[in-house]
């Protein structure tokens, strides 16, 4: 079965501070996807990539997919209190989708 | 912008009893999905559902859950008699179609005493 880890497993920046999430998987990802959640709510979609090299933007977070579609980077400029919370990433495997552990971000002032 | 809702935000319910979660995806999607998260731990697939019957489960989902869209608009977790192992947030899911995107709900906590 596929597997994704993600990396690293906690975060602990300064804001105003840049920092990246990784996100690895075993096989080859065809879609690839980041979410966000604050602790003990919902997942808010933020990007979805499927194209090997292809990069997306919102706002201050960039996400990547790299080129042989196995490795993901999540990369936050200039980090903001808002920004805090756990990222997760989810292959879209078999028509549904399965989730690395998720990176716990901590923004500190 | 259409949201998946689910109901109840959070229900103690005690061992041994029935509990309906509930969700309304959204409207003009074809795939639903239930997922499991137990507090501090990973996002974990339930039941994947498509053209009124289930394609997908994970080991999870044993016996004791059932889905259901009974009027096609609703779209039902059942778990027939509550483990305290279940006490967890349960998340509903849906999407237009495949390799479109996944929308979640907000969680339905359930807590089992």
């Known amino acids: 079965s596929q597997e994704l880890e993600q990396s690293p497993q906690s975060l602990i920046v300064q804001e105003g501070k840049n920092l990246t999430i990784n996100c690895t998987s075993s096989?080859?990802?065809?879609?690839l996807y980041w979410y966000k959640q604050k602790y003990g709510e919902g997942l808010i979609f933020l990007m979805m990539?499927?194209?090997?090299?292809e990069e997306k933007s919102h706002e201050k977070i960039t996400a990547k997919l790299d080129e042989k579609k196995q490795q993901s980077s999540l990369h936050i400029t200039a980090s903001q209190p808002s920004h805090a919370g756990i990222y997760l990433c989810?292959?879209?495997?078999?028509?549904?989708?399965?989730f690395g552990q998720g990176t716990r971000l901590t923004i500190n002032p | 912008e259409p949201e998946v809702t689910q109901t109840p935000s959070h229900q103690v319910t005690q061992m041994g009893q029935e509990v309906i979660l509930r969700c309304v995806p959204i409207?003009?999607?074809?795939?639903f999905y239930w997922y499991r998260q137990i507090l501090g731990q990973k996002v974990e697939f339930l039941v994947s559902f498509y053209n009124n019957e289930i394609s997908e489960k994970s080991e999870i989902f044993d016996d004791q859950f059932s889905v259901e869209r009974p009027d096609g608009s609703n779209f039902t977790l059942k778990i027939r008699s509550t483990k305290l192992e279940d006490s967890a947030m349960y998340f509903c899911a849906s999407r237009r179609g495949l390799g479109n995107t996944i929308y979640f709900g907000e969680g339905s906590w359930l807590t089992v005493v």
């Open positions: 409207s003009n999607h074809l795939y």
């Open positions: 989810g292959a879209d495997i078999a028509q549904k989708l399965v």
């Open positions: 990539l499927q194209k090997g090299g």
């Open positions: 096989k080859t990802l065809y879609g």
